[in-house]
């Protein structure tokens, strides 16, 4: 882990700047490829230092710090990873008292760690955005530097505030609870699911939101990742594939699908709870049913039913019902929420040891509309 710092201490010239604190995670923003031109095969290879310094033209009213935790594709973070990003961000505000964050990411897991921020982090007055490329700093027509330029106007917004975790990319603002990846190459990929759309968006160098201030949800799960992380002893570098929060499998449906797996994912991996994306807006197998409910009466293991297609909701009233016309105890609806979110949903209401009942109460709640 290595700290730059562009101010170390407040001064009379920078006492009334806004500070940001940068973090570095690593991702296509801050890789290099061999050719100006290319666009895949790159590595890894820049610091958040070497990406801030790439920006030419920095706002004269911003005291910048920033701070490499990790760099790293995002195909290669697990929930270790976002434990320390959280323990940083809980850190940085309780004791240097900064408010404003930007953090560099790799696109490919962002919109996990933007809902995970936005379900944990709950100070009202700090701002937390992150940005991302969907082309390496290196390439000839890179989105990588701007992106970064756009995500550091956002967090010295005061507009910014009170709106939960935002996602900067492509000259929009996107809510961090509703934000996905639609496409896998190009660089207007970052949408909303469902109906949300975006919160704003650039107009030369303007920062215009559409909406007055508001969280997108009322959840908050309060967790202690300095403790999690003592109790763990994670490291900044000692974290490759170690998924410290429950272990919640995810299993995509297809015609044939095999419900023996499910079985596997909880004698061979310990699954805490399952979350299927299944076709339609719930649909899987009466055999797949079977061996839920099964599942769920043997184990006690839940199962959370999303949703192959991006746009669209599981609702209660999807959930299967069985020969004595009831629904299993164990079945939760995803609602809009995406099986990558349910996931994440699904860890922090076992890491608070919720039952059933309250994990579909929390399903239930505005902007997800599940149970």
Same mark, same amino acid.
């Given at each position: $882990?290595?700290?730059?710092?562009?101010?170390?201490?407040?001064?009379?010239?920078?006492?009334?700047?806004?500070?940001? /604190?940068?973090?570095?995670?690593?991702?296509?923003?801050?890789?290099?490829?061999?050719? &100006?031109?290319?666009?895949? &095969?790159?590595?890894?290879?820049?610091?958040?230092?070497?990406?801030? &310094?790439?920006?030419?033209?920095?706002?004269?009213?911003?005291?910048?710090?920033?701070?490499?935790?990790?760099?790293?594709?995002? /195909?290669?973070?697990?929930?270790?990873?976002?434990?320390?990003? *959280?323990?940083?961000?809980?850190?940085?505000?309780?004791?240097?008292?900064?408010?404003?964050?930007?953090?560099? *990411?790799?696109?490919?897991?962002?919109?996990?760690?933007?809902?995970?921020?936005?379900?944990?982090?709950?100070?009202?007055?700090?701002?937390?955005?992150?940005? @991302?490329? $969907?082309?390496?700093?290196?390439?000839?027509?890179?989105?990588?530097?701007?992106?970064?330029?756009?995500?550091?106007?956002?967090?010295? !917004?005061?507009?910014?505030?009170?709106?939960?975790?935002?996602?900067?990319?492509?000259?929009?603002?996107?809510?961090?609870?509703?934000?996905?990846?639609?496409?896998?190459?190009?660089?207007?990929?970052?949408?909303?699911?469902?109906?949300?759309?975006?919160? @704003?968006?650039?107009?030369?160098?303007? +920062? *215009?939101?559409?909406?007055?201030?508001?969280?997108?949800?009322?959840? *908050?799960?309060?967790?202690?990742? !300095?403790?999690? %992380?003592?109790?763990?002893? #994670?490291?900044?570098?000692?974290?490759?594939?170690?998924?410290? #929060?429950?272990?919640?499998? +995810?299993?995509?449906?297809?015609?044939?699908? &095999?419900?023996?797996?499910?079985? #596997?994912?909880?004698?061979?991996?310990?699954?805490?709870?399952?979350?299927?994306?299944?076709? @339609?807006?719930?649909?899987?197998?009466?055999?797949?049913?079977?061996?839920?409910?099964?599942?769920?009466?043997?184990?006690?293991?839940?199962?959370?039913?999303?949703?192959?297609?991006?746009?669209?909701?599981?609702?209660?009233?999807?959930?299967?019902?069985?020969?004595?016309?009831? +629904?299993?105890?164990?079945?939760? !609806?995803?609602?809009?929420?995406?099986?990558?979110?349910?996931?994440?949903? $699904?860890?922090?209401?076992?890491?608070?040891?919720?039952?059933?009942?309250?994990?579909?109460?929390?399903?239930?709640?505005?902007? %997800?509309?599940?149970?």
């Amino acid at each position: $882990m290595t700290e730059f710092k562009i101010t170390d201490t407040k001064t009379e010239e920078t006492k009334f700047l806004t500070t940001i /604190k940068i973090l570095g995670t690593g991702g296509t923003i801050a890789s290099k490829a061999e050719s &100006n031109t290319a666009t895949s &095969n790159y590595k890894v290879d820049l610091t958040v230092e070497d990406l801030v &310094n790439k920006i030419p033209d920095l706002p004269k009213d911003l005291d910048l710090k920033y701070k490499q935790l990790f760099n790293l594709d995002s /195909k290669e973070l697990s929930s270790s990873h976002l434990l320390i990003l *959280h323990n940083e961000i809980t850190q940085s505000y309780e004791n240097e008292g900064i408010k404003n964050f930007v953090i560099t *990411h790799g696109t490919d897991s962002l919109e996990e760690t933007a809902f995970f921020l936005d379900l944990t982090i709950n100070f009202p007055d700090v701002v937390i955005v992150i940005t @991302g490329s $969907m082309r390496p700093s290196s390439n000839v027509s890179s989105d990588a530097i701007f992106n970064l330029y756009q995500a550091i106007r956002v967090a010295a !917004a005061p507009e910014s505030k009170n709106r939960g975790v935002l996602v900067v990319l492509n000259d929009s603002i996107g809510s961090g609870f509703y934000i996905t990846k639609t496409n896998a190459n190009s660089l207007d990929t970052f949408k909303s699911s469902g109906q949300a759309g975006f919160l @704003g968006n650039f107009v030369h160098d303007a +920062v *215009h939101y559409y909406y007055p201030k508001s969280h997108p949800s009322k959840i *908050h799960f309060k967790i202690d990742s !300095a403790k999690l %992380i003592r109790l763990l002893d #994670l490291n900044y570098v000692d974290t490759k594939r170690r998924n410290e #929060l429950p272990e919640v499998s +995810v299993f995509y449906n297809v015609q044939g699908f &095999n419900p023996a797996l499910l079985q #596997l994912a909880v004698d061979q991996i310990g699954t805490k709870a399952i979350v299927m994306a299944t076709s @339609g807006a719930g649909s899987l197998s009466t055999e797949t049913n079977e061996i839920l409910k099964y599942i769920w009466e043997k184990y006690g293991i839940p199962v959370v039913y999303s949703k192959r297609s991006q746009d669209g909701c599981v609702t209660a009233w999807s959930l299967p019902q069985y020969e004595d016309g009831k +629904v299993s105890k164990g079945s939760i !609806a995803g609602g809009y929420l995406n099986p990558q979110k349910c996931r994440i949903l $699904m860890q922090l209401c076992l890491l608070q040891n919720y039952t059933v009942e309250q994990m579909k109460s929390v399903f239930e709640t505005d902007g %997800i509309f599940g149970g």
